[in-house]
């Protein structure tokens, strides 16, 4: 089956527009994945070599961001995680020459947001505070509406009450005369007999209202530029960029804290992924140790950005579990123990996906990773 990109067009107010490519193997609707992280607690073992974390096929959607803003440098972050040995974030002379890391790079630009990355630097996620653009959220929310499968660890957010419709103002001479006969002129001599006006009473300043609760997607994606050229893609005033999913990598969704990034990404390209092996069955390490190591990285940096206290562990499972010595563990644990193991099947599924014919003829490999989005 061809791509049908003609066929299905949504719309976003006037900041984004989607044309989405459907592939063979990619089915439309999204599906939930959270047994694959919330099965029974005597279970503990991870999933990393399912069925489902393989990848059969892609889907494409041409998304056209609309903007108004000028040319700025975009308000950057780097991180490096403690799991390392060397913790400097600072890179030797053999990491000079990387680019890797700047994948993500043509997302920023498009949008007249100069990312800025020191080669000097070595970091694992580099994050994005800014400037805004009401676009990334839309994105955000269209990418994981549109994936294949989903693991959500905190509920949709409730759907906003619709207010109720200005009435429109009455024209029309009659009722212009009658605003003009309610109108009172004072006299000359009240202006003079006029007494001072009383001063108002004292109040307290209103309580801003608290910060609406904000989540996260992470997930795999690759970046392809407009008709093949990165210039095309950076048009005045709009960004237009081919973002490429996988069927076989599932998004995690994640309530984060105030001020989390608005964007992030992992410094590991895709083609670097395809480069790590997994273990040889579930529930054992791996040769090298490095996919433990990707997983670490993430867990270590999302655990500064989530909101423990809103992480739901679904309606299977309790807040007090059991781990696998018998010792029983606290809700917070429980939580963390859930992300890391969505993690590793993100990772998973990211590794696993160098087998797929369609994945490797779609993705552009050094522009394809693990990024994530703040959405409402």
């Known amino acids: 089956m061809g791509p049908v990109s003609d066929a299905v067009v949504s719309t976003f107010g006037s900041s984004i527009m989607v044309e989405i490519g459907l592939k063979a193997g990619f089915e439309g609707a999204t599906k939930l994945a959270n047994d694959l992280v919330f099965s029974k607690p005597i279970n503990k073992i991870v999933p990393i070599h399912s069925d489902r974390l393989d990848t059969t096929g892609v ?33 030797t ?17 498009a949008s007249a947001r100069r990312p800025i990355i020191p080669r000097s630097m070595k970091p694992d996620v580099v994050f994005c505070h800014g400037p805004f653009l009401s676009g990334d959220y839309q994105i955000g929310e269209t990418l994981l509406n549109e994936s294949a499968s989903v693991i959500a660890l905190c509920p949709d957010p409730p759907a906003e009450a619709k207010e109720d419709p200005t009435p429109s103002e009455e024209h029309g001479t009659a009722k212009l005369g009658q605003r003009l006969k309610d109108i009172s002129i004072p006299s000359i001599s009240n202006l003079f007999s006029r007494s001072r006006s009383p001063s108002p009473d004292a109040e307290l300043a209103a309580v801003p209202p608290p910060p609406i609760p904000r989540r996260m997607v992470i997930l795999v994606v690759g970046l392809k530029p407009h008709r093949k050229l990165w210039t095309s893609s950076a048009r005045p005033g709009e960004s237009v960029i081919n973002y490429v999913l996988l069927n076989g990598c599932p998004s995690v969704v994640v309530p984060v804290k105030t001020g989390a990034p608005l964007l992030a990404w992992d410094g590991l390209t895709l083609e670097q992924l395809w480069e790590v092996k997994l273990p040889a069955s579930e529930g054992e390490k791996s040769p ?10 993430l867990f270590e940096y999302m655990d500064l950005c989530v909101e423990w206290d809103r992480v739901t ?9 059991l781990d696998d010595q018998g010792v029983v563990e606290d809700g917070e644990t429980a939580k963390k123990e859930a992300l890391k193991d969505a993690l ?22 050094d522009r394809a990773g693990i990024a994530m989005w703040r959405i409402p």
């Not at 903007?67 to 600072?90: C, I, N, P």
């Not at 090298?288 to 990285?297: A, L, R, S, W």
């Not at 562990?313 to 579990?321: A, H, P, T």
Request: net charge negative; aromatic share 10%.
């Open 59 to 91: 889907k494409v959607l041409l998304i056209t961001l609309q903007f108004k803003s000028t040319m700025e440098d975009a308000a950057l972050g780097f991180y490096r995680s403690s799991v390392h040995d060397d913790t400097s974030l600072f890179a």
């Open 93 to 109: 002379v053999k990491d000079y020459l990387a680019v890797e890391k700047g994948w993500f790079s043509p997302y920023l630009f």
């Open 288 to 297: 090298d140790g490095k996919f433990e190591g990707i997983v670490d990285v």
């Open 313 to 321: 562990l679904g309606d299977d499972v309790s807040d007090v579990v």
């Open 344 to 365: 590793s099947l993100l990772v998973a599924a990211a590794v696993k996906s160098k087998n797929s014919k369609e994945a490797r003829e779609e993705l552009d490999e």
